[in-house]
């Protein structure tokens, strides 16, 4: 691929952005038929604090850092940024002061599919990042990449602009084009967990909430009562 910036990308509506955002990885990955899942080696470098933005793709060489320096210009308030190797890397490729540049423009996090470094302070600062690795082994500045082309990480499709949602089970994608409608399957799939866990409260076993016990009967399960045999005398 020749190194390419794409500039002026769409972003998903940031009303859909703040729904997924709000529903949670777990609610959006099922309303969207289980999909969109980011490999679950993808995790927070410090928890308590979840995510929700549209994405800003860069495509690195392993071991350099040169592209997201380039990204931090495509970047705007609400985005998130998602950085993708072209072979497997574990260096720190993204620490504090390249956070403090992404924060002065309103960017939400990181989800990186290499490492991060700085820990101690991108946790004092409180920017959110999801990665595969820490490392202190730092990054050179030497080949190019590409920002806002379609990537994959964590055996996933991210394009520029979709919607990405992470929180302590892991990070899902939404495709740009599809955020409004998974927001409204998350909405709906909320309100049904509201009301299986008010029956679940009330003492309903989670057999009859789900109608599970015809397929118990398919399945050839046997309930039997307990009999004394010789190893309880």
Known sequence: MTPTVVTGTPRAAAEDVRALGWHG???????MGREGLLDPSFRPIYPGTPLAGTAVTVLCPPGDNLMIHVAVEQCRDGDVLVVATTSPCTDGLFGELLATSLRARGVRGLVI???VRDVGALTAMDFPVWSTAVSAQGAVKARAGSVNVPIVIGG???????????????VVTVPRTRATEVAAAA???????????????????GLDRYELRPLLERLGVRYVPYTVDEDDR
């Open 25 to 31: 990885v777990a609610t959006v990955h099922e309303a």
């Open 113 to 115: 599919g290499a490492g």
């Open 156 to 170: 996933r499709l991210v394009r520029p602009g979709d919607v990405v949602v992470a929180d302590e089970d892991g």
């Open 187 to 205: 909405r709906a799939r909320a309100e049904r967990e509201e009301r299986t866990r008010a029956a679940l409260a009330d003492g309903r076993l």
